[in-house]
């Protein structure tokens, strides 16, 4: 520092939560701290930790001293500038923001739950009393796919996202399609590495994605989209089989998040698994890798790819988003979710239209076939393609077809009419094929 140079400024930093992220954030805060300061003119340190248990043995030491168990010290404390919630959960954490935003301190949060279910409550909070909160880590990561939404592509109507934003999912389909693998092997292997929720059901079940995609949504379209507006499955329904057909088809299977605005302004916003064409950039994403394809009206199609979960890549958008708070707490800047009415109307669900991968298990007898295309026809379902392999001894077989575009609503009448039939021995195994345009 040369005499002219001002003092850095110190930013107490209060931090609720100590798992995989927060630990993270406290160490990597301290790794690049000579960086930081270098760059934001700000020293940001840790003040104070919230841990559930003061005397756990931790893989990243924290001084004792900082710890406590009670998140409304850092409320309560006037040195501590800038709230950091990674406890999680939709009600504790939500009293947490609640507090620091009534205390007017700048929050930041990796809880996509949160803001998924009740951000509607807490941007109108932040709004009344003119303090930010930052969610970089919420979505997709280590990606700043937030930044870009909120920053680079304010110009732009959002035409639409697809998005494979979780890790976890991403890496189990990996895991099977690569090694062969059981759903459950791939799962464990997920939670090994560190990947996974603390309850998994969030990651298998969709909903982290779906979290996610919420969020995504309602940044692009300027209204909180309601999670019960949204349609969502998980992984946990993808089999070895129909990855096996879906790869002879030239498709591979991913966690897929659709969000999209139709002619009349109704957004669809749904994450499933899908068959995605092994020709598109999106079928290369592999492991706990993240992949975000927004099209703008302006911009065109662009592409963000990174790690979407894990402690570093994590972290890494939680300081970055503690140096945007740190810029604000002079009172120059405002930064949150911006509504606006220019959308405001979620699309049903079942009027959703997209082609469609059905495996059937059927009786190798003449005419099923038959049959089996006379109830798409009648819902106006046409068949673009059919697989089935010829074991000649085996009373039954399996029939693969893909479908053309249809709203969900028809092909699920017309599954439930395949399901009727005599000669249909299993319950029909259906997913979405996305054609990313
Ligand atoms: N568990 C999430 C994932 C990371 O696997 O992507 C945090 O959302």
Request: with cysteine; aromatic share 6%.
């Amino acid at each position: 520092m040369t005499a002219n140079t001002p003092a850095p400024r110190i930013i107490r930093i209060g931090l609720a939560g100590f798992g995989n992220v927060g630990a993270g954030v406290f160490k990597n805060l301290e790794k690049n701290a000579d960086l930081l300061k270098e760059r934001t003119g700000s020293v940001l340190t840790i003040a104070k930790v919230v841990v559930r248990d003061l005397d756990k043995a931790r893989e990243v030491p924290v001084p004792r001293e900082l710890l406590t168990t009670d998140w409304r010290e850092l409320i309560a404390d006037p040195s501590i500038a800038i709230i950091v919630e990674l406890i999680g959960g939709t009600t504790e954490a939500f009293d947490l923001v609640c507090a620091a935003l009534k205390a007017k301190k700048p929050v930041v949060t990796g809880n996509k739950a949160l803001l998924a279910e009740r951000g509607r409550e807490l941007f109108a909070l932040a709004e009344e009393n003119k303090v930010p909160i930052y969610f970089e880590a919420a979505v997709a990561g280590g990606i700043p796919i937030i930044m870009a939404m909120q920053e680079a592509f304010v110009g732009n109507h959002i035409e639409r996202i697809h998005g494979i934003i979780n890790g976890t999912c991403n890496y189990i389909l990996t895991r099977m399609e690569q090694a062969g693998i059981s759903y459950a092997e791939a799962l464990n292997e997920a939670q090994a590495q560190g990947y996974a929720e603390a309850d998994p059901t969030l990651d298998v079940s969709g909903w982290d994605a779906a979290h996610k995609a919420i969020i995504l949504a309602s940044l692009s379209y300027g209204f909180w989209v309601k999670p019960e507006d949204v349609y969502v499955e998980g992984v946990d329904r993808v089999t070895l089989t129909d990855m096996g057909f879906a790869a002879k088809l030239g498709y591979t299977i991913k966690l897929l998040s659709v969000i999209r605005a139709d002619e009349l302004g109704r957004v669809e916003v749904r994450t499933q698994p899908s068959l995605v064409p092994r020709s598109h950039v999106l079928a290369s994403v592999k492991g706990a890798f993240n992949a975000v394809l927004v099209k703008g009206d302006i911009v065109g199609e662009t592409l963000f790819y990174g790690k979407g979960a894990g402690q570093d890549p994590t972290s890494s958008s939680v300081i970055s988003d503690l140096t945007a708070a740190a810029a604000t707490l002079d009172g120059s800047r405002y930064s949150g979710f911006v509504p606006h009415g220019l959308y405001g109307q979620s699309k049903p669900a079942d009027e959703t239209v997209t082609h469609y991968y059905l495996r059937l298990n059927v009786a190798d007898k003449p005419g099923v076939l038959a049959q089996v295309a006379t109830l798409l026809g009648d819902r106006g379902i046409g068949i673009s393609s059919v697989i089935q392999p010829e074991d000649l001894t085996a009373e039954s077989t399996p029939l693969v077809l893909m479908l053309d575009d249809a709203p969900l609503k028809a092909m699920k009448l017309a599954i439930a009419a395949i399901a009727a039939l005599e000669c249909v021995r299993e319950e029909p195994v259906w997913l979405r094929v996305e054609t990313l345009e």
